[in-house]
């Protein structure tokens, strides 16, 4: 068996970067994202785009204005990495039956669906917090 690994996005590396720099702030001031992205070297855009994601789904806050920027909305002890990756990837599985597979006796789709609920589960167990 040639099992290689399992692959972190680069995206889901990024929105993790931006989030655990979030979390290491000590005050509560709002964050500029392109100061970020600059001492980082990463794309604006690209985490832009990124971090429209966790707006929108309330891990972050954005304030408009001078003082504005960014800062965590949620508690890094809240925040899952299986919640990050689902908000950015969709529903997290290892593999997914084709929809020619109907049979509840498969072995197969069994099986596969207990690795993505177990994987899904562990996750879930594996906070902000963790990184930091």
Request: hydrophobic share 35%; net charge positive.
């Amino acid at each position: 068996m040639n099992f290689k690994s399992i692959k972190i996005s680069k995206q889901i590396e990024l929105a993790l970067r931006w989030l655990v720099f979030l979390s290491q702030q000590k005050t509560r001031d709002f964050i500029n994202l392109r100061s970020f992205c600059n001492q980082n070297k990463v794309s604006f855009y690209h985490l832009q785009k990124i971090n429209r994601q966790l707006v929108k789904n309330k891990l972050i806050e954005s304030q408009k204005g001078k003082t504005g920027g960014y800062r965590l909305k949620k508690s890094p002890r809240k925040i899952s990495l299986l919640e990050i990756i689902e908000i950015l990837e969709g529903p997290v599985s290892l593999i997914s039956c084709p929809p020619i597979c109907a049979s509840k006796t498969c072995v197969l789709k069994n099986c596969w669906q207990n690795l993505n609920k177990d994987l899904a589960k562990k996750l879930g167990q594996i906070k902000l917090t963790q990184f930091l």
